[in-house]
Every structure is written in structure tokens, then in C-alpha cells.
């Protein structure tokens, strides 16, 4: 049941061993904020500026950070094709900083386990790097040179360890001496000198403290847990160790991260005798479990939703660019045959040539605009549907088999006699606390008193759970309380308010805050009111999560109309406009 933390240590340094940018631009921001649709998007539209203004290593180098986000969807076919396509536009220019290229290629093939055509590129990638003197990626692929040898040739692994080992020392690189002692470790546990490969251990967890590097830390800890227990078979230490990540750096940790830690410590109370908490551990780690495997499908069904638009809007993007050009070629034939046939007009059709290029240019920045906007009421629509079918699947399926599971239970123990097991007691207490959280977060994904009893008693329920002694909400309704509104248009609206009193309660500081609802000539007037800090809201502030911005996206979408008034230390008034649908 040990789990060997080797595995962890390699994908950990995939992601840690990176190259740094310059500066930060909207590529990555919208990565920060997940948003890869955005990401591709703005990745492509640079791509193809810098192609069609022959700027090469720009348009490379920015390849590069496509295919990388390509690679994040899994969608590793889209991810070779970029950087093929940039190493041979780099090739044929005669650019410098080909191994990037080549490297991220062997990456790909790594990701996807074609070995073969790995190392290939690593060591074509290598040879490159080191002419150009390309440090950086010289020590990135060494030490994937060395993670792929450890599994096919232990002599060629020690080679490359030792090589990246030098080059950390010579550019004192604190967090990349971790990961190369780290490595040491590996090494000599793979060849069984436990005392050499404790020494390096040690190396590489006092380097991760020294540069503050919580993943480094974790990872050279979790390998002091699998050392105590594995070769000393001290499993007490071993326990306290992963109790110590458990406790120090419990915010630090994957959902994945905690199976993995629950699942050491199940055996190592095992191993202990204390088969309580070894049965407490083994809870957390099934739930833990479960949590992960949902995880995963919600990522899944992210992921292929991600896809779908992305082709789509890539799609829509090259047929309007089509008939944009062809309608531009067939444009430019007209004007050119009537230049040769009535050359004294040469320069009034000058002028018209330049009035159509100059519509033609609008109409496809007014595209660009339309498709960012549409990605954007795509991405909330989506969030939408993504939560009111997870509410559902929650609340009718899992609630329900989760009480039919209690029922169960329950019967099987009216017809028992005499002392009830300390277990079934505890399983039943489980099943109902696992009933009451999926409840629970089938209520704060669409909550209940919105879809029975409306628009106004959600927003009613709304400000009376976020009243409290630090500040108060108060609620007006102008019209019917009894009128119910299109489904959708109710659960717009409500996450509308929700997200501008989540605003209140985090940023504003306020004792106050005022909603009023008023219908009026079929349309529903809404205003958010605080006596916060308030803000300048003449100036533009990037948003985080949901935000402003968003708000305005799903506002737009709606057809209506928002205004925001703001000043320092005089509250904030956000007063929004919609029309009812039929």
C-alpha cells in the first residue's frame, strides 16, 4: 500500500522546470484565471499577425506557448502540429532558439509514452541547445533525460542526473539544487544504497526550506515517509512525517495529493497496531477518492465543452475570414478593370478603393468583437448549465441512493437483536453527514427556494443568510411576489445579485446593504446598494473570478443595460436594467 513518491517527484518538476517570460500578457492572464478558450484565442490572432508581418521568432516563440496550452487541454495532436509547424518556419529563416521547439516536441511524445521519438527529440534538442548556449533548456532536458532513463538504462540515468547536477551548482540555482539532489535520491534508492540516497534526501529537503518552495518541501518529505517506512521500517516516524504535511501544508494539497497521503497513513497505523485511525484514514481516503473521480469527470466534461468551442469558434473565424477575402479579391478585380477602362477616374476610384478597405477592416474587427463576445455568453452559459445539471445529478441520483443506502441500513438493524456494532453505527453516521454535504452543495449550486418559489423569495432568502452583526441587508420588492419569470431568466438574475452581494461582503467593507426589485412596462429595474470604501469606478479594474466584467457579459447577454457609480469612501450604487422575456 506504500506509494512510491518518485512518480510525484517527476510530474512535479514537469511543471516547476519552466522558462520564465519577460513579462506578463493576456495569455497568461487568461490561463491564470482557466480560461482557455480566451488564451488560444488571443494565442492564434498573434500567431497569425506576427506570420503575416514575417516577424519569425516571434511568431515561434508564441507557438510555443500555444502548443503548451493545447497540452493543458490533453489535446496533444493540436499541441505537435504548432510546433511542428514553427519548427519548420524557424528551420527554413534560419532562426536561433530552435531546441525550445524541439525540447517541447519531445515532451509531447513523452506525455503521450512514445519513448522512441522522446529521446530522440531530447537528445536532437540537446545538441542544439548546447551550441547556442541555451542553459536554461539544456538543464530542463538533462533532467528528463535522466526520468525517462530511470526506467530503460540505470548507467545513462546516473550520466544525466551528474550533468544537470553541475550545471544547478554553476548557475546556484537554490530551488534546481533541490530537484537534482531530489534526484540523487532516486537514483541511489533505484540502485539500493539507502544510506547515500538518505544523505541526498536530506540535501534536497534543507535546499527546499532555503528557497521557501512549498511543492519542493512536500515532495522531499513525502519521500522521507516512503524512506522510514520502506527501509527502516519505522512506522511511526513515517506516520508523524505524513501527519506533519497533513497538518503544515494541508492548503498546499491536491485533492490526488490526499488519497495518496491517506493511503500512508492507513498503512502505516497498520503497521502500528492503530487500526481506529487506520480505519479513520481509510474513510478520508475513499471520500477523498470519490471527490478526485468527480473531479475528474467534471474536468472531462470542461475539457471536451472547451474543445467543442474552441473548434467552433476557430470554424466561424476561417469561413468569415474567407468570404472576407474572397469578396475582398473579387472587390479589388472590379476596381482594377475599371481603372483600365476609364483611367481618367483613376483617382476618384483611389478614394473608393480606400473607403471599402477601410469597411472591409471595420467589418472584421466588428467579427473579432462579435467572437469574443460570443465566447464569453458561451463560457457563462456553460457555467450555467454545467451547474444547474450537476444540482440535478446531486440532489436526484447520489442524495437519493445515499438515502436509500440509510434506509436500507436502518432496516437491516430494526431486525437485530441485542448490542449494535460500533461500525454500523459509524457507517450509518457516514451516510447521513455524506447525505447532508451533497444536500448541502446541491443547494448552493441552484438553490431550492429559487426553483419552487421564485425570483423574490431567492433574493428574500438571499440577504437574510448573509445578514449578520458586521452588516445588514435589506430587501424591497415593487410588484407581484407571487409572479414567476422564464426558469432561465430567473437564474440569470439571481446569480447576477448574487455575485454583486459576494462583491459587498468581500471588498466593500460595508454595515449596509440595500437590493431593491421593481417591475415595470415589462421590464425588472434592479439596484445593488452598500455604504462601503466604494472605488473610482471611472477607472477600469481587472476583475478576479467572475467580477465586473462578467457581470456586464451576462448583463449584455440579456439585452439590458448596467451602470455602476462609485466613488472613494462613499459606497457603490450598481443600478441594472432588463427586459422580461415571453
Do not use: W
Not at 439596484?527 to 473570478?545: H, I
Amino acid at each position: 500500500m506504500v506509494r512510491f513518491f518518485t512518480t510525484l517527484f517527476f510530474l512535479l518538476f514537469l511543471v516547476t522546470i519552466s522558462f520564465s517570460q519577460s513579462k506578463v500578457d493576456s495569455i497568461d492572464y487568461y490561463s491564470e484565471k482557466k480560461e482557455l478558450i480566451k488564451a488560444i484565442n488571443y494565442a492564434k490572432k498573434k500567431s497569425d499577425d506576427f506570420l503575416a508581418q514575417k516577424k519569425y521568432f516571434d511568431f515561434c516563440r508564441i507557438s510555443v506557448r500555444k502548443s503548451k496550452l493545447f497540452g493543458t487541454l490533453n489535446d496533444h495532436e493540436k499541441a505537435l502540429v504548432t510546433l511542428y509547424k514553427a519548427l519548420s518556419i524557424s528551420e527554413k529563416n534560419k532562426l536561433k532558439g530552435n531546441a525550445e521547439i524541439i525540447e517541447q516536441i519531445a515532451t509531447r511524445y513523452s506525455i503521450i509514452g512514445d519513448s522512441s521519438k522522446a529521446f530522440k527529440n531530447y537528445y536532437r534538442a540537446k545538441k542544439i541547445a548546447l551550441i547556442e548556449k541555451d542553459t536554461a533548456t539544456v538543464v530542463y532536458i538533462y533532467h528528463n533525460l535522466f526520468r525517462l532513463h530511470t526506467t530503460k538504462r540505470i548507467d545513462s540515468s546516473y550520466f544525466y542526473m551528474k550533468k544537470k547536477f553541475q550545471l544547478d551548482k554553476k548557475t546556484n540555482s537554490i530551488s534546481g539544487l533541490s530537484i537534482s539532489y531530489n534526484n540523487h535520491f532516486v537514483y541511489y534508492t533505484l540502485v539500493d544504497d539507502y544510506l547515500m540516497a538518505k544523505s541526498y534526501l536530506d540535501s534536497s529537503y534543507n535546499f527546499a526550506i532555503k528557497n521557501n518552495n512549498k511543492k519542493l518541501i512536500i515532495s522531499a518529505l513525502s519521500n522521507y515517509g516512503y524512506y522510514y517506512m520502506q527501509y527502516q521500517n519505522d512506522f511511526k516516524k513515517g506516520a508523524e512525517t505524513y501527519e506533519k504535511i497533513k497538518t503544515d501544508y494541508k492548503d498546499d494539497l491536491s485533492t490526488f495529493d490526499y488519497v495518496e497521503l491517506y493511503l500512508n497513513l492507513v498503512y502505516a497505523y497498520e503497521q502500528l497496531g492503530d487500526y481506529k485511525l487506520a480505519n479513520f484514514y481509510n474513510t478520508l481516503a475513499f471520500e477523498s477518492s470519490q471527490k478526485l473521480h468527480n473531479e475528474n469527470i467534471r474536468d472531462k466534461i470542461r475539457e471536451i465543452e472547451t474543445k467543442y468551442n474552441i473548434d467552433k469558434v476557430e470554424d466561424e473565424y476561417k469561413e468569415k475570414s474567407k468570404l472576407l477575402e474572397e469578396r475582398q479579391s473579387r472587390n479589388k478585380k472590379i476596381i482594377f478593370i475599371f481603372v483600365a477602362l476609364f483611367g481618367f477616374s483613376l483617382v476618384l476610384f483611389y478614394f473608393f478603393y480606400q473607403n471599402l478597405q477601410l469597411k472591409q477592416r471595420n467589418k472584421i474587427r466588428e467579427l473579432d468583437s462579435e467572437i469574443q463576445e460570443n465566447i464569453i455568453n458561451a463560457s457563462i452559459d456553460g457555467q450555467e448549465i454545467e451547474r444547474k445539471k450537476l444540482s440535478e445529478v446531486l440532489h436526484d441520483n447520489i442524495s437519493a441512493l445515499l438515502s436509500s443506502a440509510g434506509l436500507h441500513l436502518s432496516a437491516y438493524l430494526v431486525g437485530q437483536k441485542g448490542e449494535i456494532p460500533e461500525e454500523i453505527v459509524k457507517a450509518r453516521s457516514l451516510l447521513k453527514e455524506a447525505h447532508d454535504q451533497v444536500r448541502d452543495l446541491s443547494h448552493e449550486l441552484v438553490p431550492p427556494v429559487l426553483a419552487k418559489l421564485g425570483l423574490y423569495y431567492a433574493v428574500q432568502d438571499l440577504c437574510e443568510k448573509n445578514s449578520n452583526s458586521i452588516i445588514q441587508f435589506t430587501f424591497n420588492y415593487f410588484g407581484s411576489n407571487q409572479k414567476r419569470y422564464n426558469e432561465e431568466f430567473e437564474i440569470k438574475v439571481y446569480f447576477i445579485i448574487t455575485e454583486l452581494v459576494n462583491n459587498i461582503l468581500k471588498h466593500s467593507k460595508a454595515t449596509s446593504g440595500y437590493i431593491t426589485l421593481e417591475e415595470k412596462n415589462n421590464q425588472i429595474i434592479i439596484n445593488v446598494e452598500d455604504n462601503g470604501k466604494g472605488f473610482d469606478s471611472s477607472k477600469t479594474y481587472s476583475s478576479d473570478g467572475f467580477g465586473l466584467t462578467q457581470i456586464k457579459a451576462r448583463v449584455k447577454n440579456l439585452k439590458g443595460k448596467i451602470t455602476i457609480n462609485s466613488k472613494m469612501n462613499a459606497g457603490t450604487l450598481v443600478y441594472i436594467k432588463l427586459h422580461i422575456p415571453h
